[in-house]
């Protein structure tokens, strides 16, 4: 069964391929097929970034807790100013309605508790403030406080442990004390089946962080990037069947969510340089179907998938083409006077507590890099 099970998703990945080939040969004529050369080795970036970080938290405990984050209620924060433009105004609404809607175990819950430390550390990096600097540590720490007060917490399912380890990783390389969450992780994860489901995806996203924490997962990140769909559709031999449609829209949405969100963990969500972690053939894969995708995802007017191949097009240093100028002021405009971005339906289908926050906080990351 596990075999039919595996051969019946390979086939659905080929056809999804095949239907994106089309579509990009007769509607979305691409402009990004030239690869884009890296600034930095991947040694030197994780050197300069890891240090920087460090001494940046260092700063930063001084005049914050390390168990909560210091200073004022977060709660209760506004978010620090910023240099004017569209872009910045619309970044600060978005993070005042983030501030008046925190993630919660209740309210949207544990998943986005994590995507909102990883998009907090994001920013961190990116503050040319220590006013910024501080607000980001002290959005971090209110994540790190609700987790440790929940005392019957348990992980029940794969997105969990990968919403875990990226608390963790956002919460060590700011400087909190982590140890409790270093003990739980090697009572809780690390041998865990959960952590290395039948979706490789996860296995990828689960053997990223885990590395990033200083811990050999076990099953090697090589070994599970092998298995992954980039890997999978550049060694997959097919013919172009032009003008005929071989997959589904949902088979289309969960091929762009497992190529993202393997760019997410091959980069170290954007910490490393991911050139470093690919094959020619699949670097050239993965430089064309990621503007391929913006194309399509564009008319659609969908945004959280848009907004996520957006920051893989950065991640991957892409050039600034039509393309993503265009992407990039849909998401503006699809900004509400409330800050948030609308409805994400897929959100709804999911079940999510709140069905704006996943927008929201894709939505900044984006605008972000």
Not at 163 to 191: P, S
Not at 239 to 250: D, N, R, V
Request: proline share 5%.
């Amino acid at each position: 069964m596990k075999r039919l099970i595996a051969k019946t998703r390979g086939l659905v990945l080929i056809w999804v391929a095949l239907f994106l080939t089309s579509c990009a040969c007769h509607h979305y004529p691409c402009t990004y097929h030239s690869k884009a050369k890296a600034e930095k080795s991947l040694a030197s970036q994780g050197v300069s970034q890891e240090t920087q970080a460090a001494q940046e938290s260092q700063a930063a405990s001084c005049a914050a807790s390390q168990q909560v984050g210091g200073g004022d209620d977060p709660n209760q924060s506004q978010p620090p100013p910023q240099a004017g433009g569209r872009r910045d105004e619309v970044m600060k609404k978005a993070l005042k309605w983030i501030i008046d809607h925190p993630a919660t175990f209740t309210d949207g819950g544990f998943l986005e508790m994590g995507e909102e430390a990883n998009l907090f550390y994001v920013l961190y990096t990116r503050a040319k403030s220590s006013e910024e600097k501080q607000f980001y540590r002290d959005r971090l720490g209110r994540i790190i406080k609700e987790l440790r007060a929940k005392k019957d917490f348990r992980l029940e399912f794969a997105g969990e442990i990968t919403a875990y380890l990226a608390i963790t990783k956002a919460a060590q390389k700011l400087g909190f004390e982590t140890d409790d969450f270093h003990q739980f992780i090697k009572r809780e994860i690390i041998n865990n089946t959960m952590t290395y489901p039948p979706n490789i995806t996860y296995v990828i996203l689960n053997s990223s962080l885990l590395r990033d924490l200083g811990y050999e997962p076990k099953v090697p990140l090589e070994t599970s990037i092998g298995q992954g769909v980039i890997a999978t559709m550049t060694k997959s031999s097919y013919l172009i069947p032009i003008g005929k449609s071989y997959a589904s829209e949902q088979d289309v949405s969960n091929f762009f969510y497992d190529i993202t969100h393997e760019i997410f963990a091959i980069s170290s969500f954007g910490d490393r340089n991911p050139e470093t972690m690919l094959m020619p053939k699949e670097l050239e894969f993965v430089q064309r179907i990621i503007p391929e995708g913006i194309n399509l995802y564009l008319p659609k007017k969908q945004l959280d998938i848009l907004c996520e191949l957006v920051v893989c097009a950065k991640i991957m240093n892409y050039p600034e083409g039509v393309e993503l100028r265009q992407a990039v002021e849909f998401i503006l405009d699809c900004q509400e006077e409330d800050g948030a971005f609308g409805v994400i339906p897929r959100m709804k289908d999911l079940g999510r507590g709140n069905i704006y926050r996943h927008g929201v906080l894709v939505a900044v990351w984006a605008l972000a890099l």
